[in-house]
């Protein structure tokens, strides 16, 4: 017989959680009922609201229920990296949506009761986004503690790197990336470190580290110094063909600036989202290295 745990809705973890899920079925809700959402934009932040809430519904119910350990994940892991990937897609529809949709880019929502909701919803997924910061804050690793490596600062900046490589797959498919080899070389890092990026997750989150072929902390080492360099490339190159002159590089039209992404913004902010997620491979090699010395001592 199924006993519930109270401590999973009445901790502050579980009050937490409880805040981010309505505020996530808040957002949503408003939208939906004032039909204030279309196109891709809107596709988005609408999968990023039900997602979060649908992710956060099923870690309370778990809890809940006591039967978090009977799946075959760690809860070491699992509960705080969906928590960072629900803030991420929590904090991108709330700079999305209002940027699309209350007048920042293109027409936008008229004022009335269809801006409000918009607006109400905006709020809500702010706070949703603040709930989940909150969220993996209290999961995450401090001096003394024995928790799960997505609890400590590498494995939630792995994380930041995956979800940034999706980020930058929406938007190169808006270029014209197959024109130079140098272009398709820049897709295949972020494909290459997103697919390494995910394969590390998901052998924390399942337990199996254990089968790579050297110890977890090495290995780990090992991938943040190599898409680190990987990156540094496509800093590089990126936006060498896409904006020098000498290759035909992009400009902006005057189409710019409307309520779609021209190949010219898409184009700047690839590469601005490959400094970013250089910045966090560096960041992730550093404090990487200092495991690994620590470990070795």
Same mark, same amino acid.
């Given at each position: *017989?199924?006993?519930?745990?109270?401590?999973?809705?009445?901790?502050?973890?579980?009050?937490?959680?409880?805040?981010? @899920?309505?505020?996530?079925?808040?957002?949503?809700?408003?939208?939906?009922?004032?039909?204030?959402?279309?196109?891709?934009?809107?596709?988005?932040? *609408?999968?990023?609201?039900?997602?979060?809430?649908?992710? =956060?519904?099923?870690?309370?119910?778990?809890?809940?229920?006591?039967? @978090?350990?009977?799946?075959?994940?760690?809860?070491?892991?699992?509960?705080?990296?969906?928590?960072?990937?629900?803030?991420?897609?929590?904090?991108?529809?709330?700079?999305?949506?209002?940027?699309?949709?209350?007048?920042?880019?293109?027409?936008?929502?008229?004022?009335?009761?269809?801006?409000?909701?918009?607006?109400?919803?905006?709020?809500?997924?702010?706070?949703?986004?603040?709930?989940?910061?909150?969220?993996?804050?209290?999961?995450?690793?401090?001096?003394?503690?024995?928790?799960?490596? *997505?609890? =400590?600062?590498?494995?939630?900046?792995?994380?930041?790197?995956?979800?940034?490589?999706?980020?930058?797959?929406?938007?190169?498919?808006?270029?014209?990336?197959?024109?130079?080899?140098?272009?398709?070389?820049?897709?295949?890092?972020?494909?290459?470190?997103?697919? *390494?990026?995910?394969?590390?997750?998901?052998?924390?989150?399942?337990?199996?580290?254990?089968?790579?072929?050297?110890? #977890?902390?090495?290995?780990?080492?090992?991938?943040? #110094?190599?898409?680190?360099?990987?990156?540094?490339?496509?800093?590089?190159?990126?936006?060498?063909?896409?904006?020098?002159?000498?290759?035909?590089?992009?400009?902006?039209?005057?189409?710019?600036?409307?309520?779609?992404?021209?190949?010219?913004?898409?184009?700047?902010?690839?590469?601005?989202? =490959?400094?970013?997620? #250089?910045?966090?491979?560096?960041?992730?090699?550093?404090?990487? =290295?200092?495991?690994?010395?620590?470990?070795?001592?």
């Amino acid at each position: *017989m199924a006993v519930l745990n109270t401590q999973a809705v009445t901790s502050r973890l579980g009050l937490v959680r409880l805040a981010a @899920a309505v505020c996530t079925c808040v957002a949503f809700s408003l939208v939906v009922h004032a039909s204030a959402w279309w196109g891709q934009q809107g596709s988005w932040c *609408m999968f990023a609201w039900c997602f979060s809430f649908a992710v =956060t519904a099923l870690v309370l119910l778990l809890e809940l229920s006591g039967t @978090a350990g009977r799946i075959p994940v760690s809860w070491r892991n699992a509960p705080v990296a969906c928590a960072a990937l629900c803030g991420l897609l929590c904090l991108s529809a709330s700079v999305i949506y209002p940027l699309y949709f209350l007048g920042g880019v293109g027409p936008g929502l008229r004022r009335g009761e269809a801006y409000s909701h918009g607006v109400a919803a905006t709020v809500f997924s702010c706070l949703a986004t603040v709930a989940y910061a909150a969220e993996v804050s209290l999961c995450r690793a401090r001096p003394g503690e024995t928790v799960g490596y *997505m609890a =400590t600062i590498p494995g939630l900046l792995k994380v930041v790197e995956a979800f940034c490589a999706c980020v930058i797959f929406a938007f190169v498919s808006a270029t014209a990336y197959d024109v130079y080899p140098a272009l398709q070389w820049c897709l295949a890092v972020y494909c290459l470190c997103f697919i *390494m990026a995910v394969i590390v997750i998901v052998l924390c989150v399942t337990e199996l580290t254990s089968y790579l072929p050297s110890p #977890l902390h090495k290995s780990l080492g090992l991938y943040a #110094l190599l898409c680190a360099l990987l990156y540094a490339t496509a800093l590089v190159l990126w936006p060498l063909y896409c904006f020098s002159p000498r290759y035909g590089g992009a400009r902006r039209t005057a189409s710019c600036g409307s309520n779609h992404v021209c190949p010219w913004e898409a184009k700047l902010t690839v590469a601005i989202l =490959t400094g970013f997620n #250089l910045l966090v491979y560096v960041a992730d090699l550093v404090y990487s =290295t200092r495991i690994v010395f620590i470990t070795s001592s």
